[in-house]
């Protein structure tokens, strides 16, 4: 294909495979633990951090990473606090770095030219430092999930049950909660602060949903999350649409036919059920 001549296209077609898959895992957990808007709100956070490192001129992108990460660990205790009404967590993160985010901004008014890519999310333009950030923060999420791929399932259905067994739910919790930190800032560049969330939530939604197991459920939700990804960047180039807004849409689009294919299908074998046991009570009568 052409535009696999440009690096910078080789770059996103990497940076986006790469974020497609950890960011997929994780969505898969987010939602058997009912904390789908954690990773969008720890985006917000790490827009704070973002602004707060192109104001004091550090790089803006470790900077968000790292206000992420912290971002992370606060909320868990937050979360701690009100264990019986924990979404409070998420409206305080998210109001807190967005109103971190806005002073900054106001602060320095050359911040909010190149504001946008950090919104809107800007593929084409991850260089090799941020792809390596993205490759370090992938494997560490793959070994991760991976080595507590039971003790996640178990304290995403019921921590109390895991904690009488002996885990260490709250250290398990907290590195959770710091893994998604960290994915979510991996993620800004690819589809953006505000779209974050559509690469984590997505996939994982139409495979739980189409799965025919939970065993492969992460399985599918990486090859959705890599088939939005890739399909949403070969159409941005053909069509010169902004690349994050083009994978979010695309992810949605998969996930609208996917539902559709479901609900047709299950109709389909439901009629098909009626009308054979109406004709083997007609043939016995």
């Known amino acids: 294909m052409v535009m696999l001549h440009y690096d910078f296209m080789q770059r996103a077609f990497c940076a986006g495979g790469i974020i497609a898959l950890v ?35 550090v790089n803006p992108t470790f900077a968000g990473f790292i206000v992420a990460v912290a971002g992370a660990i606060i909320v868990e205790y937050v979360r701690r606090a009100y264990k019986t009404y924990s979404e409070i967590s998420v409206a305080i993160m998210m109001i807190g ?27 084409v333009a991850v260089n090799r430092t941020e792809l390596v950030l993205m490759l370090v923060v992938a494997l560490i999420g793959f070994v991760f999930f991976y080595g ?28 959770f909660s710091v893994m998604t ?3 979510a800032a991996a993620a800004m560049p690819i589809v953006g602060v505000l779209l974050v969330s559509a690469l984590i939530v997505l996939p994982a939604s139409l495979a739980i949903r189409i799965a025919p197991n939970f065993a492969s459920v992460t399985f599918i939700a990486m090859g959705i999350g890599l088939a939005g990804v890739f399909t949403g960047l070969t159409a941005s180039y053909e069509l010169s649409t902004p690349p994050g807004g083009t994978i979010a849409f695309m992810l949605l689009l998969f996930l609208v036919v996917g539902l559709s294919i479901k609900g047709i ?17 007609g043939g016995f009568k």
């Open 148 to 175: 507590l791929r039971k003790p996640l399932y178990l304290i995403a259905f019921d921590e109390e049950t895991a904690r009488t067994s002996g885990l260490p739910v709250s250290w398990i919790s907290l590195g």
């Open 265 to 281: 299908s299950r109709s389909w074998v439901r009629r098909n059920r009626v009308q054979h046991q109406t004709m083997e009570y």
């Open 23 to 57: 960011a997929s895992t994780l969505g898969v957990y987010l939602l058997l633990r009912r904390q789908a808007l954690m990773a969008d709100m720890l985006s917000h956070v790490s827009l704070a951090g973002v602004a707060a490192g192109m104001y004091i001129h």
């Open 97 to 123: 770095g967005l109103s971190s985010a806005v002073i900054l901004m106001s602060m320095n008014k050359a911040v909010n030219k190149s504001f946008s890519s950090y919104l809107f999310g800007s593929v």
């Open 181 to 183: 930190g960290m994915i």
